[in-house]
């Protein structure tokens, strides 16, 4: 059995007035000008490295699944009812 843990961060700045997505994993920072567009960001599965490939055995059959949470943690109380 393999697992694999991918974590964002969305957070609002003030100062330039704009949304900056985090990949904690690796510190990839995405900026927005509002936050429909950094939700879209969030929403978007793409180039998600799932398995290894050394964990592939060829011909034989692999299940797997993906299980997304939102943990609202400190965001802002006007944020967390537009997330919802």
Do not use: C, K
């Amino acid at each position: 059995m393999a697992s694999l843990r991918q974590e964002y961060q969305l957070q609002y700045q003030a100062v330039s007035d704009r949304y900056v997505v985090r990949n904690l994993n690796s510190g990839e920072l995405s900026s927005y000008p509002d936050l429909d567009s950094a939700i879209e960001h969030l929403a978007r599965i793409s180039g998600l490295p799932v398995l290894d490939e050394s964990l592939i055995r060829r011909g034989s059959r692999h299940e797997f699944s993906l299980r997304v949470t939102l943990n609202f943690g400190d965001m802002p109380e006007t944020l967390r009812v537009l997330m919802f």
